[in-house]
Nanobody
């Protein structure tokens, strides 16, 4: 059974930074592309960033490009999202998941990590 546990969320002022972590188990993590998604209140969940299983390729939604960085540690089965220059519109619950075809989530969602950016 695949488990995804996000952590590192919190309240930050606009312009600040946060680093999210996602610990994955129950899958062959080192052979799996991973992604981060977010869901703001009243909105659909959207793709934020993805990383190939080697870590050699990363890709981002236009809204976060240049501000967010996705990375991974295949020894620790963990994927990270470094978020800089945060904006109030980045406020959302952030989720990680394995992805196929670049952006399609593969498993059930974890609880997510709440990120709140105040203006």
């Amino acid at each position: 059974q695949v488990q995804l546990v996000e952590s590192g969320g919190g309240l930050v002022q606009a312009g600040g930074s946060l680093r999210l972590s996602c610990a994955a188990s129950g899958l062959t993590f080192s052979c799996t592309d991973m992604g981060w998604f977010r869901q703001a209140p009243g909105k659909e969940r959207e793709f934020v960033a993805g990383i190939s299983w080697t870590g050699g390729r990363t890709y981002y939604a236009d809204s976060v490009k240049g501000r967010f960085t996705i990375s991974r540690n295949n020894i620790r089965n963990t994927v990270y999202l470094q978020m800089n220059s945060l904006k109030p519109e980045d406020t959302a619950v952030y989720y990680c998941n394995a992805v196929s075809g670049g952006q399609s989530p593969m498993y059930s969602w974890g609880r997510g990590a709440q990120v709140t950016v105040s203006s």
